[in-house]
């Protein structure tokens, strides 16, 4: 990214991102980035973790070569476009730093410490949180203007949504050169508020819930409820099936958050979600959610 000054940033946008934690998130932004041709560095703490997200870059560009999505020669540069490593100086060049460590706000903003320490003062910060207010973790930073949430859906290199998250010190430049960089990534960026759920978690996860209490009170049964929705709604597939997916444990945690940040009982996880989740039986991960998986 050319710079203009210190502190100054043009508008010709991000060409080296660093990513934090290669995990399911962090391994999918690796891989759009750098098929979006950035250059990228894939961090995580160790050896052992950062080659099992390379490895799921390289199956995952492997099925777009079977596909004929894209040739081997292209696979190549993507790939050689992508440096791992556990150490975080590896990182002190890029233009756009996206976290995609746990979901904690202690171990995020452990991270955006000591990132900040090896970082330029100009480069931007994104945390990828699917939960945590964007707001409280750009307190923690020295340039809180230049934060801001990113977040991505799984699976990301499938998924076309990003939704860029204004906390309420991000400037209008770090929005709009964030916005530039999910849309060169092939994705399609909303900007949203910085308020609990944002705004696809605030209105797909109460969907879930209600669900989970029609099943709970005996409106349908799981496929029932799904069918419903797929041929009533037009959805592509069920909340219950959905729920699955995502997996019932992120769903209820993600309940909480909408619970205990707004104070509103419509937000209260239903009972039946509380007792899947006690009981293991987290969806698809597990093989048994609200619908059985042999392939678990
Ligand atoms: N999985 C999803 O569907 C989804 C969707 C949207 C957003 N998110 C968010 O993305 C983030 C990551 O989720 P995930 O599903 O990829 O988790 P994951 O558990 O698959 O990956 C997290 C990775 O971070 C690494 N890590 C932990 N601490 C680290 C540190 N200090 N430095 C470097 N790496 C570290 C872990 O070793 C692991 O590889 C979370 O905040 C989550 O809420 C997840």
Not at 57 to 70: A, F, H, P, T, Y
Not at 96 to 106: G, N, Q, R
Not at 223 to 245: E, F, K, Q, R
Not at 253 to 265: K, Q
Request: hydrophobic content about 45%; some cysteine.
């Amino acid at each position: 990214m050319a710079r203009v000054d210190g502190n100054a940033r043009d508008m010709t946008g991000i060409s080296k991102v660093g990513v934090i934690g290669a995990g399911t998130m962090g391994a999918g932004i690796a891989q759009v980035a750098a098929q979006g041709g950035m250059d990228v560095v894939l961090i995580d703490t160790t050896d052992e973790f950062v080659q099992r997200g390379v490895s799921r870059i390289e199956s995952g560009l492997r099925r777009l070569v079977d596909k004929g999505r894209i040739d081997a020669n292209a696979r190549d540069s993507v790939i050689a476009r992508i440096a791992p490593g556990t150490d975080l100086e590896l990182i002190a060049e890029v233009d756009l730093v996206v976290e995609a460590v746990i979901e904690s706000f202690d171990a995020k903003a452990a991270v955006f410490r000591d990132v900040s320490d090896v970082v330029g003062s100009s480069t931007i910060l994104a945390t990828n949180t699917s939960s945590i207010s964007i707001t409280a973790l750009a307190g923690t930073v020295p340039h809180p203007e230049q934060f801001v949430g990113m977040h991505f859906f799984n699976p990301v290199p499938v998924m076309k949504l990003v939704e860029v998250v204004r906390g309420l010190q991000t400037d209008d430049r770090t929005a709009a050169i964030v916005h530039d960089a999910a849309t060169r990534l092939g994705k399609t960026p909303v900007t949203v508020a910085d308020i609990p759920g944002f705004a696809a978690n605030r209105i797909l996860m109460p969907m879930i819930n209600e669900a989970i209490f029609a099943l709970s009170e005996g409106v349908a049964s799981a496929d029932d409820i799904d069918t419903v929705m797929t041929l009533g709604a037009s959805h592509p597939m069920g909340p219950l099936a959905l729920a699955d997916l995502i997996g019932l444990d992120v769903c209820l945690h993600i309940m909480e958050v909408l619970h205990g940040d707004f104070g509103d009982s419509k937000y209260r996880p239903a009972p039946l979600l509380r007792q899947m989740v006690a009981a293991g039986r987290l969806g698809r991960k597990t093989g048994q959610g609200f619908h059985q998986y042999e392939d678990a």
